[in-house]
């Protein structure tokens, strides 16, 4: 018997229809395709920082609740003190924990919106939960909250996922209409703030509203994507019961001692965020002046465009060739034909991106 005959009986057939998701190379490219920060750390603290690396034990394991860096992390990011905290390795792995832990009792069903973060599908799917998308507007990319509720009152899933603003349209969904979808809601409503820092809206001072309430955030888009922690602030209740699926060690001593130590100096990450937004709103200005491309506003750290109709995977691949990579996103929903999606880069990478995609535009 060969290896893939034996995959073939024992791999889960959901799993073997799966495709791995896919990193593209970003080798020698400007790299403006995955929402990260830009810019670097001032010498000062890069030097601080390696001290502090020097000092850890990596011979012991890590305090498996972080209790420091969760300390660290209500103060910084002002969690309401009467919520819990979860810490997860990335909030790919939240997702994932939340998922492990939600059963009903006829069939557990997981709600998200389309098009939106592709790994609420992905991970649904690996847990073996059924997995509801319903359509977002294809105008505006709004909430179509008749089918919402409609899917709600049909499927009873739960579990719901809303990315706040949305990934990778960029928008907020109206939050009356969200707050009609937490009160219809039978299950876990998931409010997934990973562009937190680039807006101003939060669900983060009303989670005491709503007892099916849990905000998700990361790092990672505020900067610190390679140190992968997300985390999740929610009733104790809830909090409490997620959390015995976490693996003990899931936080390793480096990305502990890290986070506290980015989050001790939590100004110098507001002050790129500041920069990064206004960059954004150079980009826009900029993007909406280009010749037939549709700009659709965004509260995050990317912009989303429609171009020409046939001609996204071309203009993406002539911006490679010029050094620059962004997402083409058109094949990966209905909804999203014809759209490619820059991340907001430094003033510098962002005169190059306009300019390469100006070149294909002429
Ligand atoms: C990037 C992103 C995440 C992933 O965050 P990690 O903490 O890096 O795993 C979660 N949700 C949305 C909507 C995102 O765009």
Known sequence: MSAKNRVKSWIRPQIQAIKAYPVADATG????????????????MQAEWATLLRGIQVNRYPDPQARTLVAELRKGMDIPADMGVLLGNGSDEIIQMLMLSVGGTQGTAVLSVEPSFVMYAMIARFCGLGYIGVPLKADDFSLDLPALLAAIKQHQPALIFLAWPNNPTGNLFAEDQVIQIIRAAPGLVVIDEAYGPFTDSSFLNRLGDFDNLLVMRTLSKMGLAGLRLGYLVGHP????????VRMPYNINVLSQVTAEFALRHKAIFDQQAAEIRAERGHMMEQLTRLPGIRVFPSEANFILIRVAEGQAQSIFNAMKE??????????????????????????????LCLKALEACLV
């Open 322 to 351: 010029q050094g620059v990579l962004i997402k083409c996103l058109d094949g990966s929903h209905a909804l999203l034909k014809d759209c490619l999606r820059l991340t907001i880069g430094t003033a510098e990478e962002n005169q």
């Open 237 to 244: 209740a809830w909090i409490e019961q997620i959390d015995k």
């Open 29 to 44: 490219l400007i790299k403006l395709d995955a929402m990260e920060n830009p810019y670097g750390w001032p010498e000062a």
